[in-house]
């Protein structure tokens, strides 16, 4: 259980983080000649239905994003080809699901199992390139993403479909049993939260139990602490390396499955774009926790949505959004540094004071 002190110091840094933002913010406001108090009024005004419907779905997207990126973070691995391996997967989820081959359900599960299967392999050549030949997974997982998009634009060219009147190709629309109608969590809303937020509640609960209570988590977080002190204590690094570029490419995997299965329905050029550097952007704000991820997924994805009344309601342009999100990200990671470097000086402050208190009572005794 987290003493008093340290409650407030994990409060703090977020804290303190929002407040930063806020003047940051609104200081450029002020310099672009908007108005401040018209935008935090229309950015703070209690969101439509249909909005917070929308918010909720893009979180959950974010969130299983976040969740793949941050297994690489806790083994100090930048996985930048997270969107490259959901892009994939989805789509092979999407010829497999097309098919039919299987039940309603059934087909659900293979389909991501499918996904799962074919991000964590094209993350796996990351990994086996950093271990095997020492090259950076920063490097090789740029230039996967690059091989990743040609081949699923190869792949719809060779099994999509181009619809009347279209110019873009889809895969075959899954058939009706396999397609999820959607949760209606939130009242008066005229559209339904993904039912694949079980998935991503999933997903955040197993990465927890995985990282904080299995053996296999504490060598991944030992490993991502001192490779040296890990090697030493009998951790295979090397396999450990592997198994958290896998890991976090499985994750990706199932990025796409909510949107695909709850409302696309199959995949094509249309699909998101970019979820993987905005799982890298929730992940630095979550500190890789799962519940923190959450609430980060939560944030980012209501700025998003909030965006589109800026513009018709302040008379703002949308991208002032960028520049919140961005600072927000830069507050956090400094926010976080210095509660941390703070809580250091507490600690060895209390370590010298105990020293002197054990030095003057053998003194004392002697």
Do not use: C
């Not at 999820?180 to 955040?204: F, H, Q, R």
């Amino acid at each position: 259980m987290l003493s008093p002190r340290r409650l407030a110091l994990n409060l703090s840094a977020p804290l303190l983080a929002v407040v930063v933002a806020f003047v940051v913010t609104s200081i450029v406001l002020v310099a672009v000649g908007d108005p401040v108090g018209l935008v935090w009024q229309t950015l703070l005004s209690e969101p439509r239905p249909r909005t917070l419907v929308n918010t909720f779905n893009s979180a959950i997207t974010y969130y299983i994003a976040a969740v793949a990126v941050a297994i690489g973070f806790k083994m100090k691995l930048f996985n930048i080809g997270v969107d490259g391996q959901y892009r994939l997967a989805t789509f092979a989820a999407a010829v497999f699901a097309g098919q039919g081959y299987l039940p309603g359900p059934l087909n659900i599960i293979f389909a991501m199992l499918v996904a799962m299967a074919v991000g964590g392999f094209w993350a796996g050549i990351a990994g086996w390139l950093k271990v095997k030949r020492g090259v950076s997974e920063v490097i090789s997982t740029i230039m996967l993403n690059m091989i990743s998009a040609g081949l699923v634009g190869w792949g719809l060219r060779t099994w999509g479909h181009r619809a009347e009147g279209s110019n873009t190709r889809n895969t075959t629309t899954i058939p009706q049993s396999s397609q999820l109608e959607g949760l209606p969590l939130v009242p008066d809303a005229p559209n339904l939260v993904y039912t694949l937020l079980v998935l991503a509640i999933i997903v955040g609960v197993v990465y927890w139990f995985v990282i904080n209570r299995t053996r296999l988590g504490f060598d991944v977080r030992a490993t991502g602490e001192s490779e040296t002190v890990a090697l030493a204590s009998g951790v295979k690094v090397p396999r450990m390396v592997l198994f958290a570029m896998i890991g976090s490419g499985a994750v990706a995997g199932l990025i796409g499955m909510p949107a695909f299965f709850g409302a696309d329905h199959s995949y094509g050029l249309n699909f998101q774009e970019g979820v993987g550097f905005i799982g890298i952007g929730v992940a630095l704000l979550g500190r890789n926790h799962a519940v923190g991820m959450a609430f980060a997924a939560l944030l980012w994805s209501w700025l998003e949505k909030a965006s589109d009344g800026l513009q018709l309601q302040a008379g703002v342009s949308p991208a002032l959004v960028y520049i919140i999100q961005g600072v927000i990200l830069l507050a956090v990671v400094i926010a976080y540094e210095v509660v941390h470097r703070f809580e250091q000086r507490l600690e060895q402050k209390q370590v010298t004071r105990q020293l002197d208190a054990g030095a003057t009572a053998e003194g004392a005794s002697a």
